[in-house]
């Protein structure tokens, strides 16, 4: 049988709660290249993984939600796949929603589709979302969505050195794919409450202010390399 061109990648630390049922809900809709990223788990996620049917990764190391998806990403592109799905392992993405995202991609209208609800999520976070959407200049509505859907291009500048400098996973992959001329789609999908734990960027203000600071460093630099930007910026404060 001839492989898929199409992988999904499921980054996933301490996830054995929920890992195998999303797996197993994938591969009913089709897609059986799954490929779980295990960030260095103290759990039993890659069996659970492993058992589901999916091509699992151990990490030695933590490296955080964007090193794992870009590992699953350089593992992609190094196998010759031609599309990734990205999809959280804590059940919030519906499986059922990724022929929708890969079909602007097949059409040939996006480089890269995101599944997108902005309803979810507190104000607080629905307030950081128009603080950053305004001082990036992204025309985003969902920016933190992991649900999301690569082109081969795409993919190619994910998987290189320049985007490997700090917490890239939400808007700095906007910012980068942007600024190498790329096209990002949003397709509105529903999502699910977690099914359980926490959420391991907002779980606790430490993490939540890391977050921030780091995606603020990100908008900086984008800004320094938009002269005019900075200038609209400058002129705010």
Known sequence: MKRSTVAVLIPAW???ATVGHVIREIRERGFF????????????TAAHANAAGAKVLSLSVNLGAWGATQTGI???FEQGYEQVITIDADGQHPP????????????????M??????????QARKMAWRFFRGMAGLKIEDLTSGFRAYSLP?????????ATLLEYQDI???????????????????MCARQSGSSKVFGSWLKVA???????????SHLAKDKRRLGDFRELL
């Open 14 to 16: 301490n996830e054995e």
């Open 33 to 44: 290249d799954v490929i779980l990223i295990d960030d260095a788990s103290t759990d039993q």
């Open 74 to 76: 350089r593992y992609a």
């Open 96 to 111: 059922f929603s990724i022929p929708d995202l890969l079909a602007p991609l097949t059409e040939g209208n996006a480089d």
């Open 113 to 122: 589709v995101i599944g997108s609800c902005p309803a979810r999520g507190s």
């Open 154 to 162: 795409a993919m190619e500048i994910l998987a290189s050195k320049k």
């Open 172 to 190: 700095g992959v906007l910012l980068l794919l942007i600024h190498s001329g790329l096209r990002i789609k949003e397709v509105e999908v529903p």
């Open 210 to 220: 890391e977050y921030l600071v780091l995606n603020l460093i990100l908008c900086i």
